[in-house]
């Protein structure tokens, strides 16, 4: 009983930061290498306690119910595609996952920017919170164009959280094997859905203002600035890097837009997934957020949960999924190591029908190589 209440006071605490707080500090990105290999890769964000995610591996035939403001009454689905999802302090809410046809999906916090449909009991059979979403799209398709053809056969409702009186806020980045890109956001009760060739996805304003904001840094190019000559002085760029002056450094979603735009456009050539794998990991390291008042959501949660939780990081956790060679590939704030978890080598028909879940860390501390020699 302890630990089913413990939960339920980091959930509130949880949501109760997160609509505090204007952005939840999420960037994701994708890349697509020489041969067609495809990776979606994002950070996870959050400020005083760790998430303690686990990889979530769910089964085909997994039955779902989806919830709405009179309990858990919504649509009833089973599992049709078996998925790998990170979920968020021991529930089964999914933040971020890939079904076994190569879809990906993530969620990300956008506070103030939702209009979820009005609930109607005679709806029920078809509806669900948003927070159930993702668990939603990658059990039932397989494409992102399948997503664009069926996604508002649902509604998402805004389900009150009992302990804070409060919904929970959020659109989604999606990607598939085939390099196809969407955000989708509820605008009305019903979804909108924005094609992302940029491959890009922070948080609010709507993804159409981030797009449109890019017009404001046309001057951010891959060529720095030649040296000028200034009546008869000549005047020489201070070192390497000009071609960049001006791209914003903070840390707001509309700065983080611009900046993951730039480095992924800046990318290397990719031959292949597997190097575009190394490049997301780079390119997210730019993103990876310190301890501090106002670099993430979570922070004034201290003064609420006395935890115990070792925090390095405002960064839980990194990932890298490989929708191309179906593999998840992620590091956190307290394990640099990259590890990987393999969707070919899981039977997901024959898996049994409950959840699996596997720790991020086995230990909360970095793996060390010690290549100290004996001399």
Same mark, same amino acid.
């Given at each position: 009983?302890? !630990?089913?209440? *413990? ?28 041969? %067609?290999?495809?990776?979606y ?7 005083? *306690?760790?998430?303690?995610?686990r ?15 009179d ?13 790998? %999802? ?10 971020? +996952?890939?079904?076994?046809?190569g ?5 990300f ?5 939702? %209009? ?9 059979n ?14 039932q ?7 664009? &053809? ?29 390099? @196809? !890109?969407?955000?989708i &956001?509820?605008? @009305?009760?019903? *979804?909108?859905i ?42 020489k760029?201070? +070192?390497?890097?000009? !071609? ?5 450094g =903070? ?10 735009t ?10 292949t ?9 780079? /390119? ?6 310190p ?5 993430a ?5 201290? @003064? ?18 490989? #929708?191309?060679? #179906?593999t ?13 978890? @393999?969707?070919? &080598?899981?039977?997901?028909?024959n ?11 086995k230990?909360?501390?970095? =793996?060390?190589?010690? /290549?100290?020699?004996?001399?």
């Open positions: 009983m302890k !630990s089913i209440n *413990f939960k339920t006071l980091v959930l509130s605490i949880l949501l109760t930061t997160i609509t505090i707080f204007n952005t939840k500090a999420c960037t994701g990105i994708c890349l697509v290498a020489k041969d %067609g290999g495809v990776v890769g994002r950070t996870m964000e959050w400020g005083t *306690f760790d998430l303690n995610s990889v979530a591996i769910v089964p085909r035939g997994f039955k779902f119910i989806g919830s709405t403001p309990g858990v009454n919504g649509i009833k689905y089973d599992t049709k595609y078996g998925f790998v %999802g990170l979920d968020i302090i021991g529930t089964n809410f999914i933040a971020d +996952g890939l079904n076994e046809k879809l990906s999906m993530g969620m916090y956008f506070s103030g920017e939702v %209009g979820y449909a009005n609930y109607e009991k005679k709806y029920a078809k509806s669900l919170t948003s927070m159930d979403v993702t668990s939603y799209v990658l059990s398709f397989s494409s992102v164009k399948e997503v664009k &053809e069926k996604i508002n056969d649902v509604l998402i409702v805004p389900v009150i959280e009992k302990a804070i009186g409060r919904t929970t806020d959020l659109h989604w980045m999606l990607n598939d094997k085939n390099g @196809d !890109s969407i955000v &956001e509820v605008v @009305d009760g019903k *979804f909108k924005f094609d992302a060739p940029l491959k890009v996805c922070t948080n609010k304003p709507s993804y159409d203002w981030h797009m449109t904001n890019l017009r404001n840094y046309l001057n951010l190019t891959q060529n720095g600035f030649s040296a000028k000559t200034l009546n008869g002085v000549e005047i760029p201070t +070192g390497h890097g000009t !071609s960049l002056l001006g791209m914003p =903070d840390n707001t979603p509309p700065s983080r837009f611009i900046r993951a730039i480095w992924t456009q800046l990318a290397r050539e990719l031959t997934a597997e190097e575009a794998v190394y490049e997301v990991f780079r /390119i997210l390291d730019n993103f990876q957020l301890i501090g008042d106002d670099t959501e979570g922070n004034i949660a201290a @003064d609420l949960l006395k935890s115990s939780d070792i925090m390095r990081s405002s960064t839980i956790w990194t990932t890298a999924w490989n #929708l191309t060679d #179906l998840l590939n992620y590091h956190t704030q307290h394990n640099r190591r990259v590890r990987r978890l @393999d969707l070919k &080598e899981i039977d997901f028909g898996m049994g029908t409950k959840i699996v879940h596997i720790k991020l860390d230990e909360k501390k970095e =793996d060390i190589d010690n /290549i100290t020699p004996k001399l």
